[in-house]
C-alpha cells in the first residue's frame, strides 16, 4: 500500500464554476483518486475554495456585498456542485479556514527565517479610479520578449516568459481598460534564484522519471532560464496577514503564495477533524508517499516552480541552507498533472461574454457522468478540446445509451424474464470463456493506463470491451434460446450467466468515470448500490477562530465535502452471486433529443465574473 495524495486545483470563489473548470481540475483528478483507492492504496484527496486577492473585492463591489458575503456564498454553491458531480474530497474546504491562516503563517515564518524571502522595493499597479492594487493577472498589454497582444501581468500564454506588469507594453486593466499608476512600496518576494540549482536538480528527476506530460516538464524547466525574486506580498487588505508586519494591515500575503499552500493545510485539517492530528505527515513527511497535483496548463507555474520553491525553502534546501519548521521535511510533488483548456462551441469560456456553461445549470438538465463521460472521452487531457452540444448529444446517445447502456439493459431484462434471478451456469464454451478472459484482463489494462494519467484510453479501452460484450450478445443470441428443452435452457442459464459477470466486471471498470451510473447498475443486477462510495457535505466548526481577522467575526463554521471511501471493491473481478434477484429494469441513462443542440445554443448568457486567478 502507498499514501497517495491527491492534489487538486483550489476553485476561485469569485463566482459560479464552469464545465470547462472542472474538466481541468475535477473529473480527471476524481476518475485517479476512485482508481487508487480500488487498487489498494491509501488515497488523501484535498482542495477547497480559493478566497483571497483582488479578484474577490472587485466582484463583491459589483454586487454591493462584503468580501466575506461573496466568498461564503460562492464556497456553498461550489461545494454543492461539486458533490453533485460525485468528486470525492476526503477533505474540501478553504482558504479563509483559521486552520488555513495558522499553516500559511508558519511556512512564511519559516521560510523567511531560513532566508528565502527579502525585502525589495518594487513598483506597484494600482488602479487610478479605486486606490486598489491590481493583480498581476488583472492587467494586460504587449509582451516585451514575443510582441504578442493580450499578456498578463505575471505571464505571458503564447511564449510562456514570466511577466511583470511593468513589463508590458501598453499595460491597460482588464476591469475598466484604464491605465495603471505605478507606485513604489516595499514587499516580500521569495528568493527563486537562490532555489534555482535545488529547483533544477528536483525537475531534472522529473524528467528522468519519464512520468511527467513531456509539454509540462520541459515549459517547467523552460521557467529557470528567466528565474528572479517574485513578490509574495500585496498591498491590499483582504487576505492573510503578513507575519512581522501586523502593524501595515493593508498588506497581506499574495493569493498564489497562501493557495498552494493550501494542499498541506487541507490535508493537516483533515487530519485534525479525524481525531489523529498528525496523521497527515503520512502523505507529506514520509519520502515514500507519492503526490499528484491536478490543474489546468495555466496553473503549472505555480505548480512547477512557487509551491516547490516555497517548500524547499521551508525545507531549508536551497543555497542559503536553514532548518525545517515544525512541520518537518515536506515532499515535494511527485507529478504535476495539467490539462489543457476546454472551449464551447470553438471559443474560449468567458462568462462575462456569455460563453459558459455553469456546472449546476448543466447538471440541472443532464445527468452528472453524462458530463463526466464526454469530458474524460473528449476532454482536454494533453491538448485543448472543444465541447459541442452536438457531440455531447452524440456521444450520450451514441455511446453511453446505445452502447454501455443498452447491454446493461438487456441483460438485465433477459434475466428477468427468463429467470427472474441470476442463473447457474451450466457448461462455457470457447466463446464464453474468450470473453469472460478479455474482460477480466480489463482491469489490468484500464486500470494501468488510468494510473498513468491515460484516461481517454482507459476508457477507451474499457468501452472497446463493452463493445466486445455486445458482439458477443449478437453471435450467442440468448433472445432466440427459447423453450423447454433442458440443453437450450442450460445454454441460456450459461450465456446470461456470463453476461452478468461481465457486466458486473465492466461496471466495476467504469465506476471511477461513471460512478452514479455505477450504484445504479449495481442495483440493477440486485446488488446494493454501493459500488461507488459518494461524497456528502457536512457543516463543521472553525477550528482556529482566534487566527481570522475581524472580517469573520461571529463565522463559526463552514461547509465542507467529505466521505467514506472505505467500501469501494477492490480492483478486480467479484464473482457474481447465483440465484440473486433480478427486477425488471429501468434504463441507467437518458437518452438525449437533438433538438435540445440548437435550444442549448440559444439559452446561454452568462452572468459571473471571469476566473482570472486561482490555485
Request: charge should be negative; aromatic fraction near 8%.
Amino acid at each position: 500500500m502507498t499514501h497517495i495524495l491527491s492534489a487538486v486545483a483550489w476553485p476561485y470563489a469569485n463566482g459560479p464554476r464552469h464545465i470547462g473548470h472542472v474538466a481541468g481540475f475535477g473529473v480527471p483528478s476524481d476518475v485517479f483518486s476512485r482508481y487508487m483507492r480500488m487498487a489498494g492504496h491509501d488515497v488523501l484527496m484535498v482542495s477547497g475554495t480559493d478566497e483571497h486577492g483582488t479578484p474577490i473585492l472587485v466582484a463583491a463591489d459589483e454586487e454591493g456585498v462584503s468580501a466575506r458575503e461573496l466568498a461564503d456564498r460562492n464556497n456553498r454553491l461550489i461545494v454543492e456542485d461539486l458533490v453533485a458531480l460525485g468528486l470525492s474530497y476526503d477533505l474540501f474546504t478553504r482558504t479563509t479556514a483559521g486552520n488555513h491562516y495558522r499553516v500559511v503563517q508558519d511556512m512564511f515564518t519559516t521560510v523567511r527565517d531560513n532566508g528565502y524571502m527579502v525585502q525589495q522595493m518594487t513598483r506597484s499597479a494600482i488602479s487610478p479610479s479605486t486606490g486598489r492594487t491590481l493583480p498581476d493577472r488583472y492587467i494586460e498589454g504587449t509582451c516585451p520578449i514575443c510582441g504578442a497582444e493580450g499578456a498578463r501581468g505575471d505571464q505571458c500564454d503564447t511564449c510562456g516568459n514570466q511577466l511583470d506588469p511593468t513589463d508590458l507594453i501598453g499595460p491597460r486593466s482588464r476591469i475598466n481598460g484604464e491605465t495603471p499608476e505605478f507606485v513604489q512600496t516595499t514587499h516580500w518576494f521569495l528568493d527563486l534564484p537562490a532555489l534555482a540549482e535545488a529547483l533544477g536538480a528536483w525537475l531534472d528527476e522529473r524528467e528522468a522519471s519519464g512520468t511527467w506530460r513531456p509539454n509540462v516538464i520541459k515549459f517547467s524547466q523552460n521557467l529557470l532560464g528567466d528565474i528572479r525574486p517574485r513578490a509574495m506580498t500585496r498591498d491590499i487588505d483582504w487576505g492573510i496577514p503578513v507575519p512581522g508586519w501586523e502593524d501595515q494591515p493593508t498588506k497581506r500575503l499574495y493569493v498564489w503564495f497562501d493557495a498552494v499552500i493550501g494542499y498541506l493545510s487541507a490535508s493537516v485539517e483533515w487530519a485534525r477533524r479525524s481525531g489523529d492530528p498528525e496523521a497527515w505527515r503520512a502523505w507529506w513527511n514520509d519520502p515514500q508517499a507519492l503526490s499528484y497535483y491536478f490543474m489546468g496548463k495555466d496553473n503549472i507555474v505555480f505548480h512547477s516552480q512557487i509551491w516547490p520553491a516555497e517548500l524547499l525553502g521551508y525545507n531549508g534546501q536551497g543555497d542559503s541552507g536553514g532548518e525545517p519548521g515544525r512541520l518537518g521535511v515536506l515532499n515535494l510533488p511527485t507529478e504535476v498533472v495539467s490539462s489543457e483548456f476546454l472551449t464551447m462551441e470553438g471559443k474560449k469560456f468567458s462568462s462575462s461574454h456569455g460563453i459558459v456553461i455553469y456546472v449546476r445549470d448543466f447538471l440541472a438538465r443532464y445527468q452528472a457522468d453524462a458530463l463526466r463521460y464526454f469530458i474524460c472521452a473528449a476532454g482536454p487531457e494533453t491538448a485543448d478540446a472543444d465541447f459541442t452540444w452536438a457531440e455531447f448529444v452524440r456521444r450520450t446517445n451514441g455511446e453511453l445509451v446505445a452502447g454501455w447502456g443498452n447491454l446493461v439493459n438487456r441483460t438485465a431484462s433477459m434475466i428477468h424474464k427468463r429467470f427472474g434471478r441470476i442463473p447457474e451456469p451450466v457448461e462455457l464454451q470457447d466463446i464464453d470463456r474468450a470473453l469472460l478472459d478479455a474482460v477480466e484482463a480489463g482491469f489490468v489494462s484500464v486500470g494501468g493506463l488510468i494510473a498513468q494519467h491515460r484516461q481517454k484510453a482507459a476508457l477507451g479501452e474499457a468501452m472497446r470491451l463493452v463493445g466486445e460484450a455486445n458482439k458477443y450478445v449478437a453471435d450467442t443470441q440468448p433472445f432466440k434460446l427459447k423453450g423447454e428443452d433442458p440443453a437450450t435452457q442450460a445454454r441460456l442459464a450459461t450465456v446470461l450467466h456470463t453476461l452478468a459477470q461481465v457486466v458486473t466486471d465492466l461496471n466495476l471498470m467504469l465506476s471511477p468515470f461513471l460512478p452514479h451510473a455505477a450504484n445504479d447498475v449495481d442495483r440493477v443486477l440486485g446488488g446494493r448500490g454501493r459500488i461507488a462510495p459518494m461524497p456528502h457535505i457536512e457543516e463543521v466548526d472553525e477550528l482556529d477562530p482566534e487566527r481570522l481577522p475581524e472580517a469573520f467575526d461571529g463565522r463559526t463554521g463552514y461547509p465542507i465535502i467529505t466521505g467514506n471511501y472505505e467500501d469501494a471493491p477492490t480492483w478486480e473481478r467479484h464473482p457474481i452471486e447465483v440465484g440473486t434477484p433480478v427486477a425488471k429494469p429501468a434504463p441507467v441513462f437518458t437518452k438525449l433529443d437533438e433538438s435540445i443542440v440548437e435550444a442549448e445554443l440559444a439559452r446561454y448568457t452568462g452572468s459571473a465574473p471571469d476566473d482570472v486567478t486561482g490555485a
